[in-house]
C-alpha cells in the first residue's frame, strides 16, 4: 500500500540560525531521510496549526539532515521562527519537479537570487559545486534591500569554499555605512560590464520576489537566454502539494506538481504569473 501523501513526518529542529532580523534557517532531522533533489519542495507543517510549503536550502546529497530558509511572513512562519532546538514539526515531501541538472551540463549557469530567494538557490549551487567541471561556468548575482537582508552573509564571500570557482556578485538596494559593495537593484549587475556571459548557449535561473522575477527576466530576455533556457521557481500559493486541489493552478498547469520550477516559455503566456 502507498504511504499515506497526507501524513507529515516527525522531524525535530536540531539546530536554529538567525539570518537577517525576519529569516532564520532551520536544521531539521527527519525520523527518517528525505532525500529530495534541489528545486523540490517540502510541506513543513507546525502540529495543531497548519502547514507552509518550503524549499530545502541544503546539500541534497546531505541524507539524515535537511535545512529550511524562511522568511517570516505570517500565522505558519511566526510559529515556526519563535521554535528552539528540540521542538518536532512535521514534514511532507519531497514535492515538485527538481532543477534539471541535466539540462545544465556542459553550459553556463547563471543564477541570479533575491532576497530569501537565494534558499533554493543554495541547494542548486550545493548541487553544482559537487560536480563543478561538468558546467562551463557558474555566475552568481544576488541582492537584497539592505546588507542586513543578506542572507548567508557569513558564507558569502568564500561561498562555502568554492569562491574559485564562482564568478560572483552582490548588490543591497540600499547600502548602510559597513557596505562597500556595489548598490542598484539586482537587474543593474547583469549589465555589460558587471557581466560577462554567453547568453546565447547559457542557462539563467532565478528566484526571487515577483517584482524581482519579472524584472530579470525582462533584463536576461534582452541578454540574449533563450525563454526555454531561463528556470523561475513559480511560488503559487499550495495546499496539498500533490495536485488533487487546484490551489497552485498556472495555466493548464498546476505549480505544485508541474513545477515549482518552469521554464519562461511555459509560463510567458499566462495571466498574472508574477502576482
Ligand atoms: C514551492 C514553494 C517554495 C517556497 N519556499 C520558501 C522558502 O524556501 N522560504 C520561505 O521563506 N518561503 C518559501 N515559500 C513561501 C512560503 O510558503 C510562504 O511564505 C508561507 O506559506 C507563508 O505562510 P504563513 O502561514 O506564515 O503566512 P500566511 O499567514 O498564510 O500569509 C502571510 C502573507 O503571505 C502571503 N503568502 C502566503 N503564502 C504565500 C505563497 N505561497 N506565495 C505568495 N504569498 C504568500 C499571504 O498572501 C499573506 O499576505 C515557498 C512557497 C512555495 C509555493
Ligand atoms: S497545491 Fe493542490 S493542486 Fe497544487
Redesign the pocket.
Known sequence: MQPDPYAPMPAAIVDVFAETPNIKTFRLRPEAPVPFRAGQ?VELSVPGL?E????P?SAPSVADTME????R??????RLHALKPGAVVGVRGPL?KPYPLEAMRGREVLVVGGG?GL??LRALLFALFEDVTAYRKIILRYGARTPSDLVYRGALDDLWGMADAVDAMLTVDRRDDGWTGHEGVVTTILEPGRLTCDARNGVAVVCGPPIMMKFTTVKLLDLGYAPDRIYLSM????SCGIGKCGHCRLGAYYACQDG?VFTFDKVQGLSRIWD
Not at 68 to 71: A, L, P, V
Not at 73 to 78: D, H, K, M, Y
Open positions: 519542495f497548519g507552509a510549503p518550503f524549499t536550502s529550511i530558509t524562511i522568511m511572513v505570517g500565522l505558519v512562519t511566526e515538485g530569501v534558499a533554493p511560488e503559487k500559493n499550495m515549482p
